[in-house]
Structures are given as C-alpha cells and as structure tokens.
C-alpha cells in the first residue's frame, strides 16, 4: 500500500480525541512508508493528519479546488498541493491516486465521499479497501443506520462487511492490508438487481 486517501472534517470537532487521533494516523501513516492523500486543507481534522504526517517525515499530497484554497486554508507546506478546478476533479484526483480510504469523523463532506468511495466499491469499480477510523465510537450510529439498511434488505450483508472499521490507526492499516474485495458475484448480484428495477418489460 503506496497511498491512502484520508477524508475527514475541514472542523476539529468537540473533543480533543478527534485531533488526537488525526495525528496519530498521520504519524503512523509516514512511519510505514504510506503518503497521503487528502483535500489540500490546513484546518481542522485534515489540517491535523497532514501537520503529522509532515512532521513524521511523510509525503503528503493536497489536492485542492481553487475556490476552496482560502477557506480551508490551502496547505502550502505539503510535498505536492495540486490546484484543480472543481470537487468533481479533486475527488477523482484523490480516487485515482490512493489503494485504499480512511475516514475520519467529519462531516457532510466527510460522508459524501466516504459514500462516494464506498458505493463505487460496491459496483466493482474499485477494489480498494474502505475504512472508518471509529475515534470516540463516532461512527456507531452511521454503523446502526447501514445495519438497517441491510435488514430492510436495500443493500446485501457482503457490502457491509467490505467497511474496516477499528478504533486504532495502526490496526485498521493491518486489517487492509488482510481485505479481500467481496466476490465478482455479489457485485452482479447489484447489477442485476439495478437492471432488473429498471427494466421496463
Ligand atoms: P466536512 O466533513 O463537511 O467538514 O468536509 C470535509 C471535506 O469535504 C472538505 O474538504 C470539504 O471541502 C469537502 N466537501 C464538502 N462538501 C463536499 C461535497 N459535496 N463533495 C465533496 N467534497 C465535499
């Protein structure tokens, strides 16, 4: 594993364990040799994971909206800060770069690409690992809300089971390096199901 793409909230949020734990993945991403790849902020959780992957000896590769450059603070200092045009561009740049994505706790934006990464891995059009870093059990009612799904039968027990979720930056790492995408099968079970719901016969 190169290098991973780390979404997480441009706020630091209320507790210190959020931070805290952004540094810590940072740290220990650079002390394993892996780059980062994340929005190209200086605030909050992202401005955190960079600051410490830096400061660790790291590469940290930003990538940033021109737009956005100002109000998140674009990280000068980082090893590579490419400027892009759009979020649609920043989010493929940083799709495209990276074997696998951690989430940090965050927020709206935080989900949307946490979902985005993991309903393309869902389609097969990716094979990348997808994890939570769960800091202070943040993640648990996104966790209850995706169980649901699955009981009510909107998405199948193989998807969910694709989301590494663990507390410690260091043994979510460890549990990538153990995935296994699920099997070709279940991704057409998906299309099948989709082209079904959409046939007009
Ligand atoms: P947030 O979790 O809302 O603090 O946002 C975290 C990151 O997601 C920031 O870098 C935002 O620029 C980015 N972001 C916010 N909204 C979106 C969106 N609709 N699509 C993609 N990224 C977004």
Redesign the pocket.
């Known amino acids: 594993m190169k290098r991973v793409g780390i979404?997480?909230?441009?706020?630091p949020g209320v507790r210190p364990d959020y931070i805290k734990a952004a540094a810590i993945l940072g740290r220990t991403l650079a002390e394993r040799g892996i780059a980062v790849v994340?929005?190209?902020?200086k605030v909050?959780?992202?401005g955190a994971v960079a600051e410490a992957a830096l400061g660790a000896g790291g590469e940290v590769i930003g990538i940033?909206?021109q737009s956005?450059f100002d109000?998140?603070l674009g990280f000068a200092e980082v090893s590579d800060l490419r400027v892009v045009d759009s979020?649609?561009e920043?989010?493929a740049m940083i799709a495209d770069l990276v074997d696998g994505f951690i989430t940090l706790p965050?927020?709206?934006?935080?989900?949307?690409?946490f979902f985005?990464a993991l309903t393309w891995a869902q389609l097969g059009f990716h094979l990348k690992p997808c994890g939570l870093l769960n800091v202070a059990h943040f993640f648990e009612p996104l966790l209850t809300m995706i169980d649901h799904m699955v009981v009510e039968e909107f998405m199948q027990q193989a998807h969910r089971d694709m989301i590494v979720v663990d507390n410690d930056p260091g043994a979510l790492l460890d549990k990538f390096a153990m995935y296994r995408p699920p099997h070709a099968d279940k991704v057409k079970w998906v299309m099948r199901k989709m082209n079904a719901d959409f046939s007009t016969d």
Do not use: F, Q
Not at 106 to 113: I, N
């Open positions: 979404y997480c909230g441009a706020s994340y929005g190209g902020g909050g959780m992202m940033i909206p956005l109000k998140e979020m649609h920043r989010k965050g927020g709206l934006g935080t989900l949307d690409e985005e």
